[in-house]
């Protein structure tokens, strides 16, 4: 099984729907992360968590929400999607700990949502 | 601003041959810098760090990357690519703006011919 799981791996959806990825994590990382990768503008911060009760926006966080629901679990929601979030969505864990891991990120195989 | 920086969309390169990746960055403080992989319809994989230390740091699947802190650039390497090292590579630094967290580039496609 992978380290972190994303849910679901594709999605097409329509304007002004709610929309919601999962992700979980079994690394037993505090850290976890949502980015978004578009061509040419490589990967984004939206939202990141450092334990459960830290939430923190990122650069591209208007349109988004997120909620951490425990140690393994950070998900993000599209409340009203539209066409322009069309794009590929990563969840990212990492450790606080000192020591060769340090600062490494450990990603999803990525969530891609098409909004029509 | 904090930020990173690739300068290629796309790198060719013959099998056999060197590469080379670019990536130069802006941070305030000593930067911790990282090199991820990302294959087709896969998560980035990570390659190599440089925290502190020595300049020129050994990552996976023979990869290296060379700090240089004058031209505050962290290019990545490879002696002699191969055709499986096509790919998209994206370098990234660690920032500290509300809380550490990793800002990446925009990527370059590496396509290794045969």
């Known amino acids: 099984d992978a380290d972190v799981t994303q849910t679901p791996r594709n999605r097409i959806t329509k304007t002004g729907k709610r929309i919601m990825l999962e992700c979980s994590q079994t690394k037993g990382h505090d850290r976890m992360y949502w980015y978004r990768q578009d061509p040419g503008l490589g990967l984004r911060l939206i939202y990141y968590?450092?334990?459960?009760?830290?939430?923190n926006k990122g650069e591209i966080s208007d349109g988004y929400s997120v909620s951490r629901q425990a140690q393994a679990k950070f998900s993000l929601s599209l409340e009203s999607a539209i066409p322009n979030q069309t794009a590929l969505y990563f969840c990212?864990?990492?450790?606080?700990?000192?020591?060769?891991?340090?600062?490494?990120?450990?990603f999803g195989a990525g969530s891609r949502l098409t909004v029509l | 601003a904090q930020s990173v920086a690739q300068p290629e969309d796309q790198v060719n390169v013959a099998e056999g041959n060197p590469l080379t990746v670019k990536c130069t960055y802006s941070v305030s403080g000593n930067p911790y810098l990282f090199w991820y992989v990302q294959y087709p319809n896969r998560g980035l994989q990570f390659l190599l760090k440089y925290i502190t230390g020595d300049n020129l740091v050994k990552g996976s699947y023979g990869f290296e990357a060379e700090f240089n802190k004058s031209q505050t650039s962290f290019h990545l390497k490879k002696p002699s690519a191969l055709v499986s090292d096509s790919a998209l590579y994206f370098c990234a630094v660690r920032v500290n703006t509300g809380g550490f967290k990793t800002i990446f580039g925009a990527g370059t496609r590496l396509f290794v011919k045969a």
């Open positions: 990212a864990t990492s450790d606080t700990a000192s020591g060769s891991g340090a600062n490494v990120l450990t």
């Open positions: 968590s450092f334990d459960v009760k830290d939430i």
